[in-house]
């Protein structure tokens, strides 16, 4: 059974940096892609990020330059490094497989930017 844990959630400023990460446990994800999605309040869950076993990273428009995912597979964990922060870019934050899988969804961490 895999359990996903996203961290490093909290409050920030317009113009401020966080890194989420997410710890991977049951079993090594290091062969998968790995994406962070985040959805956003009445909005539905969006992929932000997502890097394959090889390491090649794309990002939609919406956060490309101010968001890097990176992964560590000696830590069975990815993480989301998100700079310039913005309004719009608070949402509760998930990892997962991409394509993600269903039962492998975690409680996610919140992200709140103030204006």
Do not use: H
Request: glycine letters at 10%.
């Amino acid at each position: 059974q895999v359990q996903l844990v996203e961290s490093g959630g909290g409050l920030v400023q317009a113009g401020g940096s966080l890194r989420l990460s997410c710890a991977a446990s049951g079993r090594s994800l290091n062969a998968n892609s790995m994406g962070w999605y985040r959805q956003a309040p009445g909005k539905p869950r969006e992929v932000v990020a997502f890097i394959t076993d090889t390491g090649i990273m794309n990002y939609p428009d919406s956060v490309k330059g101010r968001f890097t995912i990176s992964r560590d597979n000696a830590k069975n964990t990815v993480y989301l490094q998100m700079n310039s922060l913005k309004s719009e870019d608070t949402a509760v934050y998930y990892c997962n497989t991409f394509p993600s899988r269903a039962d492998y969804w975690g409680k996610g961490t919140l992200v709140t930017v103030s204006s």
